[in-house]
């Protein structure tokens, strides 16, 4: 079982910036990957950003350059950083661990809402 509890959740004005921040209960090293995903109001939940155990990245276009995914072994904590922030970012923003064979598990999500 892993737990994952995200924060850094907010209101922000549209052109500003916002971390977003998701520890796990256990080591992250051993895990397949990570990721942060968002689902907006009457849309399907989306990939926004991974990050595998090798430290690979991978960005969808909607993001691309503007958000960036890392991750802190040591604090079994992985963080995502938005800037440039856009009235379509607004979402409940929800990590992700795969954990292979082990598994996938799912944070309750943190809510993001950019005011133009």
């Known amino acids: 079982q892993v737990q994952l509890v995200e924060s850094g959740g907010g209101l922000v004005q549209a052109g500003g910036s916002l971390g977003l921040s998701c520890e796990a209960s256990?080591?992250?090293?051993?895990?397949?990957?990570m990721g942060w995903y968002r689902q907006a109001p009457g849309k399907q939940r989306e990939l926004v950003a991974r990050i595998t155990s090798g430290g690979g990245t991978n960005y969808p276009d909607a993001v691309k350059g503007r958000f960036t995914i890392t991750g802190n072994n040591a604090r079994n904590t992985v963080y995502l950083q938005m800037t440039s922030l856009k009235p379509e970012d607004t979402a409940v923003y929800y990590c992700k661990a795969n954990l292979g064979n082990y598994g996938v598990y799912w944070g309750k999500g943190t809510l993001v809402t950019v005011s133009s």
């Open positions: 256990r080591s992250i090293s051993t895990f397949n990957n």
